[in-house]
C-alpha cells in the first residue's frame, strides 16, 4: 500500500489516502510517485505527493494541516510557536533556545525559556 497527500493551492496537506500498490505502478518510490500520483487525480482531483508511511522519504508522513514545501521535498509539521524557526536541513522547527538534554520540558512562548515539568505517574 502506498500514501498520498493531497495539498491545496498553498501546499497544505487536506488529506492523506492509502492508495493499492496497483495503481501505483507496482513499483517503489520515487518511481511510484507519478504513477500515484495521476491515479489520485483522475479520481478525486488536486494536487497529490507521495508521502512515507516509515519516514523513508520526505522526511516524514504528511499529516492535515502540514506544509510540503517543494524546495526541501519535505512535508513539514505546522510551526508550534511564533519564535520557533525552521530548520532546513532537517525539516524540524527550533526553540530559539536549545531544549535542555535531562528531564522533561515545555516550552514557554512568553517567556521564551523552557519550564521544567513535573511527571506524575498515576498511582505514584
Not at 94 to 104: D, I, L, S
Amino acid at each position: 500500500m502506498a500514501h498520498f497527500a493531497q495539498i491545496n493551492s498553498d501546499n497544505v496537506v487536506t488529506q492523506v489516502i492509502v492508495v493499492s500498490n496497483d495503481d501505483c505502478g507496482g513499483g517503489d518510490y520515487p518511481e511510484s510517485d507519478p504513477i500515484g500520483a495521476a491515479f489520485c487525480t483522475n479520481l478525486l482531483g488536486g494536487t497529490w505527493k507521495q508521502t512515507s508511511y516509515n519516514n523513508n522519504f520526505r522526511v516524514r508522513y504528511a499529516g492535515i494541516g502540514y506544509a510540503f514545501d517543494e524546495e526541501l521535498d519535505a512535508f513539514i509539521a505546522p510551526k508550534p510557536y511564533p519564535s520557533w524557526t525552521l530548520n532546513e536541513e532537517t525539516a524540524d522547527w527550533e526553540a530559539p533556545v536549545a531544549r535542555p538534554e535531562e528531564g522533561a520540558w515545555a516550552w514557554n512562548e512568553a517567556d521564551q525559556k523552557w519550564d521544567e515539568v513535573e511527571i506524575v505517574l498515576p498511582g505514584a
